[in-house]
């Protein structure tokens, strides 16, 4: 089951920082927070994840709270090419890594 | 370059009739998922194989199954369709724990 909430959708200007918020306040200390989207009728594509620290890569940044209960994806620069559905997941990794996906944010990126 | 190929890509078949939807992958990694996404849903984790170990959740019905002959190939058979199952099917690879790299779906029709 989901254990994340999302604002169902935002917006975003080109060329701005998109900050995407999630909580997730029952999220045990083995678990990591791990963000994908899905850009329309494609498959989700990873973006980045975490467990503790602050994350960068190529892609965005993540952003943890220090008691873990709520995280927030940022895309520095935002472009047209990222409107898409993020979504937000907590997952243990243990054997497999089974995500279970919520209901994402719908991020739409305006000209 | 492609690394998850899911064949076909639209899939057409009547209430009743048997289905196989096939997912290959270039990665070679040892665990290869099926994802059901209906309309403006999230994907929905129905299995997984960690290498030949087969890992069904509890809510899938028994009318999916799914099949891996090798590292490279797993199939997913709906053997009863009904209009329900008309959705976009996701497979999906990882390695061990790793991240998760989607192909493009199948999207199944029930007529």
């Known amino acids: 089951d989901a254990k994340t909430t999302q604002p169902p959708s935002m917006d975003c200007a080109e060329g701005r920082a998109a900050n995407l918020p999630c909580n997730h306040s029952?999220?045990?200390?083995?678990?990591?927070v791990y963000w994908y989207r899905q850009i329309h009728s494609q498959g989700p594509q990873y973006i980045i994840h975490g467990l503790k620290n602050n994350e960068t890569n190529e892609m965005a940044s993540l952003i943890i709270t220090e008691d873990r209960k709520s995280s927030t994806l940022i895309l520095p620069h935002a472009t047209l090419r990222d409107t898409a559905v993020y979504y937000c997941?907590?997952?243990?990794?243990?054997?497999?890594?089974?995500?279970?996906f919520g209901t994402g944010t719908r991020l739409t990126v305006i000209p | 370059d492609a690394m998850v190929i899911q064949n076909p890509r639209y899939q057409v078949t009547q209430f009743g009739k048997p289905v196989t939807l096939s997912c290959s992958q270039t990665l070679n990694h040892n665990v290869m998922y099926w994802y059901q996404q209906k309309s403006s849903q999230a994907p929905k984790l129905l299995f997984h194989?960690?290498?030949?170990?087969?890992?069904n959740e509890a809510d899938t019905p028994d009318n999916f199954q799914s099949r891996r002959p090798n590292t490279s190939f797993c199939f997913l058979d709906i053997r009863s369709p009904g209009l329900g199952d008309a959705a976009m099917y996701l497979c999906a690879t990882g390695q061990g724990l790793d991240t998760q790299y989607f192909g493009p779906g199948t999207r199944l029709t029930v007529l």
């Open positions: 194989y960690y290498d030949k170990d087969f890992n």
């Open positions: 997941i907590v997952a243990t990794q243990t054997g497999a890594n089974n995500l279970f």
């Open positions: 029952t999220i045990s200390g083995n678990e990591y």
